[in-house]
């Protein structure tokens, strides 16, 4: 008998600008301290893109990397997935972009937008693509560049964000490795607690509307703290037991980079040492849907994710949304 055909990650990348935006620049822009953001937050410096660099160029940089990573051509890529929530423009797709940049002449193209869950989400839905047979190479990429959204007078959210990419490739891999299951949900009734309110159709830019700094990520930060410490515990519990595998058994858990009072409530929930858990948001703050990859791609390029490992990847955000996959590591 033929074992099962899953989807398995065989190449990773990134595009992390090079500008670096420490606690000390911001001290000199506005009223706050390395200490308190330290201390609440565990982020000492973020990337931030050049004016001239948009989420295409880190996503394309990202794909580029991982397609080599994987020892694929663009040519073979049948299928690109962007989750941002920071496109280049309203339209067309961020991914026709990275299709037209990377030279990936075969593949469909579309953005999906679950902001800071959106590269679960992404790899999620790639993954039953790719176990149907309907699609063997899948870039899924999570970029964003929300310091071009940050009020940057504000200093309860622009402190929290950074820019930069990161990409998977997806292919078909025989059991037992791959993505072993997922779990996504969302409540939009918490969509007031964390948003950008204009620039879209309910609001259109206007001057009225710039001078407002409607524009800009507007946060119940307190309120976005308790969904997330509680969420990104039970929504791994929930993965795990979907893919019966016991939280004791995880070798590495990647969760998304917000802050890492969060971080350790979740692993808190998992029983999980932090050993075993991946950190960087010391060194990018929250990257929105880049944050995942790019920890992936760190913990990969560290050594810390060896063929048969298994590995929980955990995201909340805007939406509200959140989501977690199993994955047995696959290279
Ligand atoms: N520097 C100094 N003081 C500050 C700063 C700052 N940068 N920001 C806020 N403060 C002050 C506040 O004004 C407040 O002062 P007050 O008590 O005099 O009013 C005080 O610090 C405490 O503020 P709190 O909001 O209670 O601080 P808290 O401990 O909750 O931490 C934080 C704030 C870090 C924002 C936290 O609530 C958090 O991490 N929330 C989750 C945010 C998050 O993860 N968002 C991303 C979601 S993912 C997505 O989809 C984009």
Not at 134 to 146: E, H, Q, S, T
Not at 258 to 275: C, D, F, G, V, W
């Amino acid at each position: 008998m033929r074992s099962k055909v899953r989807a398995g990650i065989v190449g990773v990348g990134v595009g992390i600008p090079e500008p670096v935006l420490t606690n000390h620049d911001l001290e000199q822009r506005i009223d706050t301290s390395d200490e308190w953001i330290v201390t609440r937050t565990g982020i000492r410096e973020r990337r931030v893109a050049p004016p001239d660099v948009a989420t295409s160029d880190l996503a394309a940089q990202a794909a580029h990397q991982a397609l080599q990573n994987a020892g694929r051509g663009a040519e073979e890529v049948d299928l690109i997935v962007v989750a941002t929530a920071t496109p280049d423009m309203p339209w067309p797709s961020t991914a026709c972009l990275v299709q037209a940049k990377i030279g990936a002449v075969r593949a469909a193209a579309f953005d999906l937008n679950a902001v800071c869950s959106g590269f679960v989400y992404a790899l999620w839905m790639a993954a039953q693509a790719v176990e149907t047979g309907a699609y063997r190479c899948v870039l899924v990429i999570g970029a964003d560049i929300l310091s071009r959204q940050v009020n940057w007078e504000d200093r309860s959210t622009c402190v929290l964000f950074g820019d930069g990419a990161g990409a998977v490739v997806l292919a078909p891999v025989e059991e037992p490795y791959g993505v072993l299951s997922g779990v996504l949900g969302a409540d939009g009734t918490g969509a007031p607690l964390l948003n950008v309110p204009a620039g879209g159709t309910r609001e259109p830019l206007s001057p009225e509307v710039i001078a407002c700094k409607r524009h800009t990520i507007h946060m119940r930060g307190r309120e976005v703290f308790k969904f997330a410490v509680t969420i990104m515990g039970e929504v791994s519990v929930q993965a795990l037991e979907k893919a019966g595998i016991a939280p004791e058994e995880v070798n590495l858990f990647i969760p998304h980079q917000a802050n890492i009072r969060i971080i350790q409530a979740a692993a808190e929930r998992l029983n999980l040492p932090m050993e075993r858990v991946f950190v960087n948001v010391d060194r990018y703050g929250n990257t929105s849907a880049a944050s995942i990859p790019i920890a992936v791609y760190e913990a990969w390029e560290q050594g810390r994710l060896k063929k048969g490992d298994l590995v929980v990847v955990v995201g909340f955000g805007a939406g509200l949304t959140w989501g977690a996959c199993v994955i047995r590591w696959a290279y």
